[in-house]
C-alpha cells in the first residue's frame, strides 16, 4: 500500500479507538455514578470526557493543514502550550481515574 492510505487507515483505525475508549468511559462513568461508588470522580470525569473531543477539536483545527496531528501537538507540548498542557492534564486524569476505579 501507499503511504498515504497507509496513513489514511491509521489515522481512521486511531480516531475510532479513540471513540470507542471516549463511550465506554462515558458508560463507566454513569455506571459508577449510578451505583453510588465514587460519585464526585466519576461526575467529574462524565463531564470532562464530553467537553474534552471538543477542546480536541478545536486545538488540532488551530494546526496548518500540511502538519500531522500528533506533530504539532507534541510541537506545542515542547513549546510551552497551555491548551496543549490543558489536553495532557484532562487525558492523564482520565488515565488515572481508570485506574482508581475498579
Known amino acids: 500500500m501507499s503511504g498515504l492510505v497507509m ?30 461508588n465514587k460519585i464526585v470522580s466519576s461526575f467529574f470525569v462524565s463531564v470532562l470526557i464530553m467537553i474534552l473531543p471538543l477542546t480536541l477539536f478545536l486545538f488540532i483545527m ?8 500528533l506533530h504539532y501537538f507534541w510541537k506545542e507540548l515542547l513549546e510551552g ?6 489536553l495532557v492534564f484532562l487525558h492523564v486524569y482520565i488515565i488515572i481515574w481508570w485506574l482508581y476505579v475498579k
Open 7 to 36: 496513513d489514511s487507515l491509521l489515522s481512521i483505525l486511531g480516531w475510532s479507538l479513540y471513540v470507542l475508549l471516549t463511550a465506554l468511559t462515558i458508560f463507566k462513568a454513569f455506571i459508577t455514578v449510578y451505583s453510588g
Open 62 to 69: 488551530n494546526r496548518p493543514v500540511e502538519v500531522g496531528i
Open 81 to 86: 502550550s497551555w491548551s496543549a498542557r490543558y
